[in-house]
């Protein structure tokens, strides 16, 4: 019994369903979800029995494994790039609708 | 000279001409003429081991976990090669240093360079990934020197890369099937394998590969529209490349693997067909020219083929006459392509319709193109005599019944009468028959540009008179493809059947040449009703449109077409994944304790919030909601015992729900039915997705020991840095390349994000919009008094807040200094200090009345290239111990110092750069002009 993988779930629905919106700040919405998600099953693959802080404490136990933690670490913080970047493509063009393409100068479908 | 000295040497080359073409200009050519007969000179020693019947050879270890080697080996036929690729380069360069106009040439000069890097590399190479990446090398270096030339080159030099691309993929092929069966990257190896003796369908169709790869290069048919179309390119590259360099490059890959092939009827049957018949055709149709550098292009086609037909027959002496006609071809084609130069350059056209009779005034240039002309036609006593009776002989040779020489025999003589033709056309239209009045200014050209091109031309006489000069090098590659001797060479070896045809060839010839006013007229129509180029702009044309429909399916802007059939691919993975693994048993069981009572609260919290985000219409409440899933998800982190991760979660989120509410002052206050958003649909792929994602997570993790990383890490990872957080010494130690990557991404996010607002206008608002963006406007607002002042002026409104910054900004600053410090022991480190001190940015910013940007644009750029270069440099230091990224570390008075430190500079001033342009880009323009306030406010008190 373990609750990681619902919680899991549910980010990953709901962050799935925003990014099907045609929306872009719902579209940053999901991906934010789903970042969360991801992360969690990050630090699920670590293991959640084990959750003493890895700062090399003597004598302590059931130590967190400290390698997914970097990599997750690494992962917020390039979904705050990636959060920024979209931001920055739902202030252009008329509305934050990705279906109504804003005027630059090339050529859209 | 070692052969990687010369390698070396001639990669220097591209580099030097940097400096050198901006202080010489076109006179550079005089240096790297002079550089190049030195490096040919250099080689000699090598050239003596060669011509005693060994061969050089040179292994370095490049890729040993792929067994790639760069393995060069100079034998016979690579010497030749060499030396043509050098001493042509050399007289072309000299040649350029006057034909060019003066100017900087750094193009022409460097990719020359960089192209007789490929070729010299080409012919040395002897590992097969090696031959390949060179013979791309001289494909790309070709493709740019044609695009060189203006707006008629480009086209040309697509078409060009499309045909020697089609040779390098088949070459590819090739090289990998060979590598495959034989086992073996060297090419001597392979080429001497008995796998082709055994197998012969394989054997087949690696010589097939190989023969289209040099038809495309050596511009034989159906791939010759390349060479006459490239010659939008200047003449001096035409003189190198198209008549001494690339299409000889093609004439090399025959050659050298003509020792494994030289008996496979495929090959010999291919060879033979194609080279005699593109002979012939490409004949005819440069009798067809009237441009004088197309019908040189024309003239090059066909001597190749009659090369390619000799090395195809595959014989001693076939391949002896294909050796020395390589030699005469690349002296006296590139000698007339000059000459091509020099006419144009004095007369001021090569039509030859618009010359006048030219041998009045340049009576030089008439003798060196005669002379040039003369050795294409096979007259005596000059280099392409002996070589043209060489491969007339040789076509009696070919394998099969007595019939198949004749017929060759018999073709090859009928097309040397069309060479005769055109050679005199070349000669008689240019010099001789002009009509036109000559201008006053034509006169003879100087010597510096006659010297190279009458070098090369008249090197075929000495060379004819003492050709056994070259029979020593001629003999050993030939030994080198078919471990035979070679043919005799000489002037004169008696009366035989191609002494008889050349004889005949020549009474033919000088009657057509009698003839010619009356013949001329009609050969100068068109000969077919369409061109080569014509089919290649019609096919890419299809092409292109299939592309476009094809695109039209999937090129859409909107995400969505793009992530659902992802997200779909991914469900089905998981889902289907996840129950066959259980469904197959054998699952190994849960670690206990693999929850604590929080998680289940979290879930709870979790799960309302995210309901929250995805329901609510409004989109600050969606805002709202996106916080808390934030900050519960956060908790979720500290209680896996992440505190690095937690603290990092926690900056994180307070500045994207920042960065997300300047946002949305610019958009509609609702998300609204926007027309496409279809709900039922992408509910069921959400639900499935999240199922499939939550099994495979519950089915995936928590069912091991920890792993030996993890061990690793825990017991030993404290001891080898010196540090006692974990996780932030495998961010800036253990894993600091992925950390730099990382980076590295987000001083590019930043450039992205100043790139986009800088060239798409950020919305502008209309009209009826304006009510829905100022949700406090309306009415209710109004109705406060205190409200409306506060909206009417923001300064007196934001006093606390400026107060609290005298505080709170010192203090973060302080606080963001320590944890910075402490990262390595304790939860803290570059990530963490920099998002605070983020924080300190976000303050200053929030407590502005105005929207007036936080920093100026230079000192973005600056942190970002500033962090950015700081980790790099790091890494580079990191070479002084052993490799790059190596962290260095020592104690300096019982504190630790190292160059992690300094990296988590680096991963701090990135992430504050990023930060900054997010708050000045995104919030410090006023999306709206806030001053001209409604009427109905300005009426209250």
């Known amino acids: 019994m373990t609750f990681l993988p619902l919680t899991v779930a549910v980010l990953v629905a709901g962050g799935a369903y925003l990014l099907c919106q045609a929306g872009m700040v719902r579209i940053v919405f999901g991906i934010t979800l789903l970042s969360h998600a991801a992360n ?33 670490l690494t992962a917020i913080v390039i979904t705050l790039a990636v959060t920024v970047l979209m931001l920055a493509l739902s202030l252009i063009g008329g509305d934050d609708n990705t279906y109504l393409v804003p005027e630059t100068g090339q050529e859209h479908r | 000279m070692t052969l990687v000295w010369l390698l070396a040497c001639l990669a220097a080359a591209p580099v030097l001409v940097v400096p050198l ?115 791309e090398i001289t494909s790309l270096a070709s ?17 060009t890369l499309l045909i020697t691309f089609i040779g390098g993929l088949s070459l590819l092929v090739a090289v990998v099937v060979m590598i495959a069966a034989t086992g073996t990257t060297r090419l001597s190896e392979a080429l001497a394998s008995p796998v082709w003796h055994d197998h012969g369908a394989l054997t087949t169709t690696v ?35 198209h008549a001494a360099a690339v299409v000889k490059a093609g004439i090399y890959l025959m050659l050298r693997f003509s020792e494994a092939f030289s008996s496979v009827p495929a090959w010999n049957a291919l060879l033979i067909v194609v080279g005699l018949f593109t002979s012939a055709m490409a004949a005819l149709f ?80 008439f003798a060196t193109v005669a002379a040039g002309t003369a050795a294409m036609a096979g007259i005596p006593p000059l280099l392409g005599f002996i070589s043209k009776e060489a491969i007339l002989g040789s076509m009696l040779e070919a394998p099969g019944p007595a019939w198949t020489g004749q017929a060759a025999f018999a073709f090859a003589g009928a097309g040397a009468v069309l060479t005769f033709a055109y050679c005199a056309k070349i000669l008689f239209h240019a010099f001789v028959d002009g009509e036109r009045e000559i201008e006053a200014g034509a006169c003879e050209a100087s010597p510096a540009l006659l010297a190279p091109a009458m070098l090369t031309i008249w090197a075929g006489l000495p060379l004819a008179l003492a050709v056994g000069v070259l029979a020593g090098p001629v003999d050993q590659a030939v030994r080198a493809m078919s471990g035979k001797e070679s043919y005799e060479l000489a002037l004169w070896h008696g009366v035989k059947p191609e002494l008889i045809v050349t004889g005949l060839v020549i009474l033919v010839g000088a009657w057509l040449v009698t003839q010619r006013a009356r013949l001329r007229p009609r050969l100068e129509g068109d000969l ?39 997200m779909t691919v991914l469900t089905l993975l998981l889902g289907v994944g996840t129950i066959a693994i259980f469904a197959g048993g054998d699952v190994p069981g849960t670690v206990p304790d693999l929850w604590r009572p929080i998680d289940a609260g979290l879930l709870v919290l979790i799960t309302l919030a995210v309901l929250g985000v995805v329901v609510s219409d409004s989109r600050l409440a969606a805002t709202v909601f996106l916080g808390g899933v934030g900050i519960a998800v956060t908790v979720q982190l500290f209680a896996l015992g992440a505190p690095d991760v937690g603290l990092t979660q926690l900056m994180v989120e307070v500045l994207t729900v920042i960065f997300i509410m300047l946002v949305l002052r610019g958009l509609p206050k609702r998300f609204g039915h926007l027309k496409h958003s279809r709900r039922r649909g992408p509910m069921v792929l959400a639900v499935a997705l999240g199922l499939a994602a939550g099994g495979a997570t519950w089915l995936l993790t928590g069912r091991r020991d920890p792993s030996a990383p993890a061990e690793y890490f825990i017991t030993e990872g404290a001891e080898e840095t010196g540090g006692d957080n974990l996780v932030n010494v495998i961010l800036v130690e253990f894993r600091a390349l992925d950390t ?47 409200a409306a002042a506060a909206l009417r002026d923001a300064a007196p409104n934001l006093e606390p807040m400026r107060l609290l910054l005298r505080l709170m900004v010192p203090g973060l600053v302080v606080l963001s200094a320590m944890i910075f410090w402490r990262g390595h022991n304790a939860p803290g480190g570059g990530f963490i200090a920099a998002l605070i001190a983020a924080v300190a940015v976000s303050l200053i910013y929030l407590a502005r009345p105005d929207d007036r940007a936080v920093g100026t644009p230079r000192l973005h750029l600056a942190l970002i290239a500033g962090g950015v270069g700081t980790a790099l440099a790091t890494g580079l230091l990191g070479y002084a111990a052993s490799a790059f990224l190596e962290p260095l570390s020592t104690y300096v008075v019982g504190i630790y110092v190292g160059t992690s430190l300094l990296f988590d500079v680096g991963v701090y001033l990135a992430v504050l750069g990023l930060v900054m342009v997010a708050f000045d880009r995104l919030g410090a323009e006023p999306v709206e002009e806030r001053t001209d306030d409604e009427p109905a406010l300005r009426s209250q008190p």
């Open chain 2, 21 to 135: 073409s901006s202080a010489l200009g076109r006179r550079t050519g005089w240096v790297l003429a002079a550089y190049f007969v030195a490096l040919a000179a250099a080689m000699i020693p090598n050239a003596r081991t060669v011509l005693d019947g060994g061969a050089v050879e040179q292994t370095y270890s490049w890729v040993p976990a792929l067994d790639l080697v760069y393995a060069l080996r100079l034998d016979g036929l690579g010497l030749i090669f060499v030396m043509i690729a050098l001493l042509i380069g050399a007289a072309v360069f000299a040649y350029s240093a006057e034909y060019l106009a003066p100017d900087r040439h750094l193009g022409f000069f460097l990719w020359m360079t960089v192209f007789a890097l490929g070729m010299v590399g080409l012919v040395m190479a002897d590992d097969l990934i090696l031959v390949f990446l060179c013979w």
């Open chain 2, 740 to 786: 730099l990557g990382e980076l590295t991404v987000l001083g590019f996010a930043a450039i992205a994000i100043i790139a986009i607002l800088a060239t798409v206008p950020k919305r502008s608002v209309s009209e009826e919009e304006q009510h829905d963006l100022r949700p406090l406007d309306g009415t209710d607002a109004l109705d406060d008094p205190q």
């Open chain 2, 286 to 365: 440069a009798l067809n020219q009237t441009d004088l550098k197309r019908l040189m292009a024309y003239s090059t086609v066909s001597q190749l083929g009659l090369i390619t037909a000799a090395i195809g027959v595959g014989t001693p002496k076939a391949l002896t006459a294909a050796m020395i006609h390589t030699i005469a071809h690349a002296l006296f084609k590139s000698g007339l392509f000059m000459m091509v130069g020099v006419i144009d350059h004095q007369a001021g056209t090569r039509d030859l319709r618009r010359l006048p009779a030219l041998r009045h005034v340049m009576p030089w240039s």
């Open chain 2, 528 to 566: 077919l009703p369409f061109s080569g180029v014509g089919l290649i702009d019609r096919g890419l044309h299809r092409v292109e449109r299939i592309g476009a429909a094809g695109t039209h399916v999937v090129g859409h802007d909107h995400p969505s077409r793009h992530v659902v059939p992802p």
């Open chain 1, 40 to 72: 969690l099953v990050l630090l699920a693959s670590g293991v959640s029995a084990w959750r003493t802080e890895p700062l090399n404490t003597p004598g302590a136990t059931g130590v967190a494994d400290p390698l997914p933690m970097a990599f997750v």
């Open chain 2, 143 to 159: 493709f740019l020197l044609i695009a060189r030339a203006g707006s008629g080159g480009e086209a040309a030099a697509g078409r």
């Open chain 2, 207 to 241: 010589a097939v590969l190989v023969a289209i790869a040099g038809f495309t290069k050596a511009a034989q048919f159906p791939f010759h529209p390349w060479l006459p179309d490239a010659m939008a390119a200047s003449t001096p590259v035409s003189a190198y490349l």
